[in-house]
């Protein structure tokens, strides 16, 4: 009897090879568990692809779900972006993929877990840091680390074996996709000098060719997670799903972006994340109407942390439940409404409200109304610069050899007549 392996399936080139190669070289049968999270319309095709080319059987999960309520909003909650730009798309939806090929596996009894990353990736770290993380004992395989063939070599085994794939070579892109966003790589994007060609973008529209009349959209927040758009509830999935439509046709999201890979490499990677990037600067907006100044600084360094755990694929670890039971405890009064407006490639807050604003109108108003202490000034001004005027008299002003020095050497200077 054959052992069984669950193959993380996406009907792309290396995971679709990834069945016949492991049929000739492993002798195993091959469950192939394709995960929705939002990439495809129609799974059906794909399904009967894996059947056609020897899987013994095909599963179709919905993950989109649990994909935005445990993974997409909680990253959102904590302006999650890699590097300042990638917001993870294909890095969230990597450890809910794990979890569910776990769940399989143990339902299936299978030997082993099998992906279609490279050596080269990101993703094989996501999957296996993951997998081990939730079924240490499982053997996890890697086919396109294994065989040696580059993507021309892959391509050519794929149509030797008569298997059909959604990649040429005059359109050698490497494309993952959910909700999130829509990651491209290969081909001409590895030249960093050559600009994008056209085909490679889809979700977005040519900002010079975007809609010549600015449109504007509100999208409402409680405790940090969007729940209407333009004064209506919305589920996240249609409200992730409407503003991709929306915000791409303006142009918004494309993002170009040299990055620095788990694997100690740089790559060039293009991103297309309209919903992604419009409720992220929407959600900043509003913690910054919403939360202190020690708040909001202390929150962006929790960010870069969070976004780097995500990236490197780490989301499983307890330092992870730490920084997000954090993130949580922050947005208990990031509650409101925040106004953008989308054109030519920028969603731009142009209105922001909420009933816990800190923001105080008879404070910082020079109208009629003000209430703020103008008196009180003088006080603070002395107390808060007391330490620097301290040592300034002592070490800067004194220090003929210092850095600074030249401070010293302006004192008394006359003009010439």
């Known amino acids: 009897m054959k052992d069984k392996v669950v193959l993380a399936y996406s009907g792309g080139v290396d995971t679709s090879v990834a069945i016949k190669w492991m049929q000739e070289q492993y002798k195993v ?5 394709t995960i929705d999270v939002g990439n495809e319309k129609d799974f059906s095709v794909i399904r009967e692809k894996a059947l056609k080319f020897g899987a013994i059987k095909a599963l179709v999960i919905d993950g989109k779900e649990d994909l935005v309520k445990y993974f997409l909003f909680p990253a959102l909650q904590a302006n999650a972006l890699y590097e300042g730009q990638y917001p993870l798309a294909t890095a969230l939806s990597r450890p809910l993929m794990a979890k569910l090929l776990v ?51 892959t391509i050519q085994y794929a149509q ?52 010549a009349k600015a449109q504007y ?32 046709k303006h142009g918004i999201g494309r993002i170009d972006h040299i990055e620095n890979r788990v694997v100690g490499i740089k ?15 929407a959600h900043q907006a509003l913690e910054a109407l919403t939360l202190s100044k020690d708040q909001l600084r202390f929150k962006q360094k929790v960010s870069v942390e969070i976004s780097d755990l995500i990236y490197n694929g780490l989301w499983f670890s307890q330092f992870n439940r730490d920084l997000s039971a954090y993130i949580s405890s922050s947005q208990q009064y990031v509650t409101g409404t925040i106004r953008l407006k989308l054109y030519k490639g920028q969603a731009t807050v142009v209105g922001r409200k909420s009933p816990w604003s800190l923001y105080n109108l008879s404070l910082a108003t020079y109208d009629k109304g003000d209430k703020f202490n103008r008196q009180a000034a003088e006080g603070f001004i002395y107390l808060w610069g007391l330490p620097v005027k301290t040592q300034a008299q002592i070490q800067l002003l004194g220090d003929k050899e210092g850095p600074l020095s030249i401070v010293g050497k302006t004192k008394g200077k006359k003009k010439k007549k």
């Open 29 to 33: 049968d091959v469950i192939a568990v």
């Open 103 to 153: 769940d399989v596996a143990q339902e299936e009894g299978a030997a082993a877990i099998a992906h279609g990353c490279t050596g080269k990736g990101n993703d094989q770290v996501r999957f296996e840091v993951g997998i081990n993380a939730l079924a240490p004992d499982i053997k996890i395989l890697a086919p396109a680390r294994e065989w040696d063939m580059n993507r021309e070599q």
């Open 160 to 211: 030797k074996h008569g298997i059909p794939i959604p990649v040429t070579k005059k359109s050698p892109y490497s494309i993952d996709e959910c909700m999130w966003g829509r990651s491209i790589e290969c081909g001409a994007l590895e030249n960093p000098w050559t600009e994008p060609p056209d085909d490679v973008y889809i979700w977005t529209r040519d900002p010079d060719k975007a809609p």
């Open 217 to 248: 959209i509100e999208i409402g927040f409680k405790k940090g997670v969007p729940v209407t758009l333009n004064g209506k509830e919305i589920d996240g999935i249609t409200l992730i799903n409407t503003l991709n439509e929306i915000a791409g």
């Open 267 to 281: 790559s060039r990677e293009i991103y297309e994340a309209p919903a992604a990037v419009t409720l992220i600067q």
